[in-house]
């Protein structure tokens, strides 16, 4: 009886606490208002830049804190707070998403999802949320979509994606067009098959499910060796952009399972790939692979930025990606397919001995590929030229920020590994694998800062430590960025690099930046909450003698203004 009364109570409060919701339609996610942030990365083109500049330049080191919230969790807090006319949602590690009020950080109800006692989480993290019509969706742990009531927090519908059981999780927020809600799996490293499916926003049904791994009969199966298409791995970690006008959605992928590419020989479409779905069916019309047959865990989920750039003279439809195999890659998009226009390294890379230059397919070096008993060395690490953390960027100052690891090589020990179903597959002999820090390295992370027109670098900001950084760029010439273990949220001139404000928090910050507007003042906001990868390269590096600080977990949102 208690606890009835209880939930009743609670029921009642979530109730009072909520106010009139604008709901989201397809007219306003095509063209999102400056004063809302409602996606992963702002908007569909994946720019994460705003038109907002009631803070700018002048006046940004008057910017303090407005208000905090604590989540009361550890572990890696990496999603974008997500606004819509007053209402915020955040998601946490666990698969907390709670509703607060923009303005004063007050909390209108929360969502926590009763996750399966027996799962591993490999990665426990959430990385935000999808909103469409009054719902709010978030993709959970057990691998299900749940759609909530966005004032009352309730749960609408819930459909099962795959079974967590056999290694799938997800992690990322859910990308929301033509009415569809789509997702991609995690798990590549339990040896599952990757997909990306799309299920009616409205009722939670299935709509399509398009495979990362061609299965027998379709193209690009005869790339993976007898049946190790069924336990290749090929991950979708992060949210897609979305073309309007030709209905096409681009996915990044990671790369196959287990990780040396000699137990499973040939190119592996369409792992560490950009992949083109057509909205309506799922349909793969087009793709570009960064590198084949990968073996250093270089995934290229990372999500390809929609940017028209110049080149001898010609405006290109570009997709634009900072890869984790070191590269910057420009390509072209189309009706369908997508090609290559051209590529160069941001940070040192020893793996690519060339590029094609018609089709930008690298060649190896061959003793730089790891290999299953044979301990080989390679630049960038594992971790990447830069790993997951989105980059930005501006149309105002023509410039992609990049949030960049370099100084930084590893070696890896390949070793013989069977499947078995919901363990690890990934092979490697963890104990002789390590990071290789360049003796002279004065600084690991940058800030890097290229114009897309020349494909040349303007400005960098090094910093001693290693950077997980997810950026944010404004028209009021702003990019905002933390991600280094001295735990602060630092804003740099957007023209010349130069540091103009920044603010020590409680942990490191992983979380994406945003920016919004209540009652005519804009606000900044971050989740900031070290662990998962980023707490993970600090152990390594301690491994190999690197003075690297102490980051003390827990998750804390910072909302800022002016004074």
């Not at 426990?124 to 719902?135: C, F, Q, S």
């Not at 010349?496 to 404000?501: A, Q, S």
Request: a negative charge.
């Amino acid at each position: 009886m208690g606890k009835s009364l209880g939930m009743l109570a609670a029921l009642f409060l979530s109730i009072a606490a909520a106010g009139e919701y604008t709901p989201v339609t397809d007219e306003r996610l095509l063209e999102p208002e400056p004063a809302n942030w409602l996606m992963y990365r702002g908007s569909y083109d994946a720019h994460g830049y705003s038109e907002l500049d009631e803070i700018n330049t002048r006046n940004v080191k008057r910017l303090e804190p407005k208000w905090l919230f604590s989540t009361g969790l550890r572990e890696g807090h990496q999603a974008p707070p997500i606004v819509n006319d007053g209402y915020m949602f955040i998601t946490t590690p666990n698969n907390h998403l709670i509703a607060l009020d923009a303005a004063s950080g007050e909390q209108r109800w929360k969502y926590v999802r009763d996750l399966p006692e027996d799962q591993y989480q490999m990665h426990p993290t959430n990385r935000g949320v999808g909103l469409y019509g009054d719902l709010v969706f978030m993709a959970t742990a057990d691998c299900f979509v749940v759609a909530l009531n966005a004032e009352t927090g309730e749960v609408v519908w819930e459909t099962e994606i795959e079974d967590y059981y056999a290694g799938y999780y997800m992690t990322l927020a859910p990308l929301v067009a033509d009415g569809k809600v789509m997702v991609g799996v995690s798990g590549g490293e339990f040896g599952i098959r990757g997909f990306v499916a799309a299920l009616d926003a409205m009722s939670g049904e299935e709509v399509w499910r398009t495979f990362t791994i061609p299965g027998p009969g379709e193209p690009g199966n005869e790339s993976w060796p007898g049946d190790s298409w069924k336990t290749g791995g090929v991950p979708v970690w992060l949210t897609g952009s979305y073309d309007h006008e030709r209905r096409l959605t681009y996915w990044g992928t990671g790369n196959g399972g287990p990780w040396m590419g000699d137990t499973r020989p040939g190119d592996n479409l369409y792992a560490t790939s950009v992949i083109a779905l057509d909205v309506a069916t799922g349909e793969i019309r087009g793709h570009h692979q960064y590198h084949w047959n990968d073996s250093w865990d270089w995934d290229e989920v990372s999500t390809p930025m929609l940017i028209d750039f110049e080149r001898n003279g010609y405006t290109i439809p570009g997709l634009v990606h900072a890869g984790r195999n070191g590269y910057l890659w420009f390509l072209e998009r189309q009706d369908g397919p997508i090609a290559f226009v051209d590529a160069n390294p941001y940070v040192e890379q020893n793996v690519f001995a060339s590029l094609d230059p018609e089709t930008g397919r690298p060649t190896y070096h061959p003793d730089r590929k790891p290999k299953t008993g044979v301990d080989v060395s390679f630049c960038p690490s594992h971790w990447g030229g830069k790993d997951w953390p989105p980059a930005a960027f501006s149309p105002r100052t023509r410039l992609l920020y990049i949030p960049a690891n370099d100084n930084v090589c590893a070696h890896l020990l390949g070793e013989e590994i069977e499947y078995r179903e919901g363990r690890e597959f990934i092979g490697v002999e963890w104990e002789e694998s390590d990071l290789i820090v360049a003796e002279d390295a004065e600084f690991i992370g940058e800030l890097q800062a290229w114009d897309v027109d020349t494909a040349e670098e303007v400005w960098s900001v090094p910093f001693e430590s290693h950077n997980w950084g997810p950026v944010l760029a404004t028209a009021g010439d702003l990019v905002f960025m933390g991600g280094t273990d001295d735990r602060y949220f630092r804003a740099f001139h957007a023209k010349t690099g130069k540091l103009l404000w920044e603010q020590r928090t409680n942990s490191g910050i992983t979380g994406v930046p945003t920016t919004y507007e209540v009652d005519g003042k804009q606000y900044v906001a971050v989740l900031s909450g070290w662990g998962v990868d980023a707490a993970r390269q600090t152990q390594s590096l301690t491994d190999v003698g690197r003075d690297v600080r102490v980051v003390p977990q827990g998750g804390v949102l910072w909302v800022f203004g002016l004074d």
